[in-house]
T-cell receptor
Framework: AQSVAQPEDQVNVAEGNPLTVKCTYSVSGNPYLFWYVQYPNRGLQFLLKYITGDNLVKGSYGFEAEFNKSQTSFHLKKPSALVSDSALYFCAVRGSTDSWGKLQFGAGTQVVVTP | ETGVTQSPTHLIKTRGQQVTLRCSSQSGHNTVSWYQQALGQGPQFIFQYYREEENGRGNFPPRFSGLQFPNYSSELNVNALELDDSALYLC????????????????FGEGSRLTVL
């Protein structure tokens, strides 16, 4: 069975500073990894995914993530955070034999960007 | 392009009642997944429907059931509601079972918030 850990409940960063949200995973076979963002009282929005290929994945709104197989990590990064990036971020994993719709989500990390 | 829409947005039920939540998938998508998101937690996979059949189920009891219709819209039914069923229920659509059209990205609706008293 797959699992996802987001070790930080909340990340605080000043606007303009780099933002990192951590994620580690456990899955049998090749991992399919995703990041989603959730704004208050809204559904989830897709940011980026890693299926195969380059370990550095670029996504929406200037976000990127680095896949590290040896550390089983998939940390989300943004070089310069904006106040509008304040939201709840979820890392998710899909097993290689699962259908596309079956994701295992982490508990989420609240990002707070202060002006 | 029409996004994923869910109804109702909010509802309140009492313990023991039954509820039906509805979801219209994004245009061109043939797969619908349902998730339960309890307060302060990540979404938990309930089940997925593809071509009107259940295709994958999470750790939810049989009182959670669903349907998918020929137009790919879907319903989630929960019988004998319990207090712990209070949550945001999210519907997500995608292109199919890892087919050529499927990019792996899920498109979520804004959810139906269920409160069980």
């Amino acid at each position: 069975a797959q699992s996802v850990a987001q070790p930080e409940d909340q990340v605080n960063v000043a606007e303009g500073n780099p933002l990192t949200v951590k994620c580690t995973y456990s899955v049998s076979g090749n991992p399919y990894l995703f990041w989603y963002v959730q704004y208050p009282n809204r559904g989830l929005q897709f940011l980026l995914k890693y299926i195969t290929g380059d370990n550095l994945v670029k996504g929406s709104y200037g976000f990127e993530a680095e896949f590290n197989k040896s550390q089983t990590s998939f940390h989300l990064k943004k070089p310069s955070a904006l106040v509008s990036d304040s939201a709840l971020y979820f890392c998710a994993v899909r097993g290689s034999t699962d259908s596309w719709g079956k994701l295992q989500f982490g508990a989420g990390t609240q990002v707070v960007v202060t002006p | 392009e029409t996004g994923v829409t869910q109804s109702p947005t909010h509802l309140i039920k009492t313990r023991g009642q039954q509820v039906t939540l509805r979801c219209s998938s994004q245009s061109g998508h043939n797969t619908v997944s349902w998730y339960q998101q309890a307060l302060g937690q990540g979404p938990q996979f309930i089940f997925q429907y593809y071509r009107e059949e259940e295709n994958g189920r999470g750790n939810f009891p049989p009182r959670f059931s669903g349907l998918q219709f020929p137009n790919y819209s879907s319903e989630l039914n929960v019988n004998a509601l319990e207090l712990d069923d209070s949550a945001l229920y999210l519907c997500a659509s995608s292109g199919g079972l890892a087919g050529v059209q499927d990019t792996g990205e899920l498109f979520f609706g804004e959810g139906s918030r269920l409160t069980v008293l």
